[in-house]
């Protein structure tokens, strides 16, 4: 067995809020099979060689840790491997090492926003990256969604945010306070939810003054992923969009999530706004999130599309998506990651728009167009061949 530990040369940590959930699970089985020769790169976009040249840290240089609340990521794996989302002989070839990893995990946050909770996150981080040696190390949130959060827009200074945990009246919700003390540890931040995670003025103020670099917000992995693909051709041919309504059915506790009203309201606001970006017109459709237990961690999509043609004439297409949520996902949070440690490297911080790419919701993006977001990844990947790819940055203490 490798352990990731005896791996030599620059060395990158990956922090999962969300550590024994499905998606961080998927990946760090995948990862781990990776580093053994026992899988291909299928999904990973950071193999490709347009990305590639970024000078990105190697897969087999990734070292895993996380926070969560309950559960182990041993028996959530040996769950995915019963509902055929991995190969039952990849988990077992993996055992010890998810085990390893599973290890490290530490306690998440529980209640309100303070400052004791705060400080304790971030030193899950700094220990983890001093006990291991990290060159860099980068947090990415894979939790369950949690309902918007208004009132953590209105926090509009970090002074202000750091007299609010000091007194424990914080209005953080839990994703917002993972990337505080992420920032606060000198950690590049991902949102891979639709959570409120970073997005807020008082912490973008703190990762621009720690110099840090985050991405976000909510992965695109399926139905939206498919609309920012075609949403773009009906306006190149100048037909008009009358309706677009999406349906979709998924298990798993993502779809248990969701099946809370507040929960879903999330993610479908990033779901539904690549539409208008894309058209540069309102259209009118629903779009429906419905849990269906059965299905473990498969989703289903349909979409039903309208649209006009020369003379007015009305014609229709319809699309069915069906795929595995968490083996979409995790090879896009293993990018992210490699990215993300990358931009640090060459001195990058606030929100990157390139890599608008993987996201629904674009933060420091413009398009939501699939090709115009993948030319602008493929050319800051470009750019970044040619910068430093050799200083740590631990940050300040």
Known sequence: MVNDDDVRGPRT?????GARGSVATTATVGALALARGGTAPTGLVTELEEVSRAG?????????GGHD???SMVERAQELARSGVVPPETVTEVLDGLAAVDARVRPGATGAADRATADRLEQDLRDFRAEH????????????????????ARIGSLDELDRALDDGTAALPPSSLYAYAAFRADCPFVEFTPSTGPHVPALEELAKARHLPWA??????????????LAPMFAMRALDVRSWAAFNILGGGDGRTLADPAAAASKTATKAMALEAILG????????IDHVAD????????????????????MRMQVTWEGCDSTLAAPLVLDLARLLARAQQAGQCGPVAALGFFFKEPLGGASHALTDQWQALTRWCADLAAAPADAPSHGAA
């Open 13 to 17: 940590g990956v922090w999962f809020i």
């Open 56 to 64: 990105l840290p190697a897969l087999d240089g990734l070292v895993f």
């Open 69 to 71: 609340l309950a559960g």
């Open 133 to 152: 040696d990290l060159d860099h190390l980068v947090v990415i949130d894979v939790s369950s969604t949690e309902p918007p959060s208004p009132e953590a």
């Open 216 to 229: 976000g917000r909510d992965g695109k992995t399926g139905e939206t992923l498919l609309k920012s693909a």
């Open 281 to 288: 017109y309102p259209v009118d459709g629903p779009v429906r």
């Open 295 to 314: 299905m473990g961690d498969w989703k289903t999509a349909w979409d039903h599309v309208s649209f006009e043609g020369f003379l007015g004439t009305r």
